[in-house]
T-cell receptor, first 112, second 112 residues
């Protein structure tokens, strides 16, 4: 069945780069997403990438997609304390149903 | 402002007392979904709707009902809530099945 996996915790120093990794199983997914959830808040779409792309850059965010290995990563450059949050990787289920399949989320802690 | 609005944000109720969580979107989106978020599991789809009067089960529909009488509204109904439905619930909408999903702020439900 479909599954998305990501590591649960990441701790980085302020100013360093953060890299959050994700693996997925549905090779037919057309869209892959990164969502951010701050404490007590909803889900904010950070960025997404089409499956026919290898990389997408958006200001401090860089998404890399390796379709062969079904591996997605999110790099945050110059990480700030405001980046502390839970980051969810998600794929759009290729079978329809308007279903996003989420990983369990990676909690990013940024320390001085 | 384009948004998905859920109410209430927080709810504590007792086992067996029927409740409804409302969801409304102002973007004229066709697709709407309900998810629940549990620690270590990410978000899982409960129900989705492709248009008015068209709804279908997601991955975890047991104990829930939905309706879609109008395009903008997609309420989630718990006829007889149980403690295992204590969770954080999110409503989402999108223009099509594989386009960006916009999420509400979430409803934290506790069933005692």
């Amino acid at each position: 069945g479909e599954d998305v996996e990501q590591s649960l915790f990441l701790s980085v120093r302020e100013g360093d780069s953060s890299v959050i990794n994700c693996t997925y199983t549905d090779s037919s997914s057309t869209y892959l997403y990164w969502y951010k959830q701050e404490p007590g808040a909803g889900l904010q779409l950070l960025t997404y990438i089409f499956s026919n792309m290898d990389m997408k850059q958006d200001q401090r965010l860089t998404v890399l997609l390796n379709k062969k290995d079904k591996h997605l990563s999110l790099r945050i450059a110059d990480t700030q304390t405001g980046d502390s949050a839970i980051y969810f990787c998600a794929e759009m289920f290729s079978g329809g149903y308007n279903k996003l399949i989420f990983g369990a989320g990676t909690r990013l802690a940024v320390h001085p | 402002e384009a948004q998905v609005t859920q109410n209430p944000r927080y709810l504590i109720t007792v086992t067996g007392k029927k409740l409804t969580v409302t969801c409304s979107q102002n973007m004229n989106h066709e697709y709407m979904s309900w998810y629940r978020q549990d620690p270590g599991l990410g978000l899982r789809q409960i129900y989705y709707s492709m248009n008015v009067e068209v709804t279908d089960k997601g991955d975890v529909p047991e104990g829930y009902k939905v309706s879609r009488k109008e395009k903008r509204n997609f309420p989630l109904i718990l006829e007889s809530p149980s403690p295992n439905q204590t969770s954080l619930y999110f409503c989402a909408s999108s223009y099509r099945s594989n386009t960006e999903a916009f999420f509400g702020q979430g409803t934290r439900l506790t069933v005692v």
